[in-house]
């Protein structure tokens, strides 16, 4: 991660700061973009800790107050884009990261594709159709009615 982006970040920005000054970064990877590279203050990340732990929602996460942490993942990037964060907590260093692109536009797809279904569902099954998707029922390049849809998608 340093070697691919951190480390070009820091000499193009010509602050003087070096790795042992960056306590956390993330590269935001977007899908048809260049690298988005975040340091220490601009860098928002959020974590789940074990239920062992204590910590009240809102509470700042610290080495201290935490047994472990479940997950954590940043909360200023695009729905679409991927990612990897490297933070400090303690002594020690940890890299979290999530390469899958376009989550937003495909969870928007799917969400498009169970609204379809439940409406071919609710018209096969009732006599008139639902209001959710009358005006698409004229519509053959939807794709539900051309074969319909099936089953449920979990990325």
């Not at 480390?7 to 010509?14: A, Y």
């Not at 991927?82 to 799917?110: I, K, M, P």
């Amino acid at each position: 991660m340093f070697d691919l982006w951190i480390d070009e970040e820091l000499v193009r920005r010509g602050t003087g700061l070096s790795r042992s000054d960056v306590v956390t970064a993330l590269v935001e990877l977007p899908p048809h973009d260049v690298p988005v590279v975040r340091i220490n203050e601009e860098v928002s990340l959020a974590a789940r800790a074990s239920s062992a732990s204590g910590i009240t929602p809102g509470t700042p996460v610290t080495a201290s107050n935490i047994d472990a942490l479940e997950d954590v993942w940043p909360t200023n990037i695009g729905d679409d884009s991927g990612w990897t964060a490297f933070y400090l907590l303690g002594d020690s260093a940890h890299v979290s990261f999530d390469f899958r692109y376009d989550e937003g536009q495909a969870n928007r797809l799917l969400d498009l594709a169970e609204d379809y279904l439940l409406t071919a569902r609710g018209t096969h099954m009732a006599s008139g159709t639902s209001a959710t998707g009358s005006a698409n029922l004229h519509a053959p390049e939807v794709g539900w009615n051309r074969g319909g849809v099936s089953g449920h998608y979990v990325l």
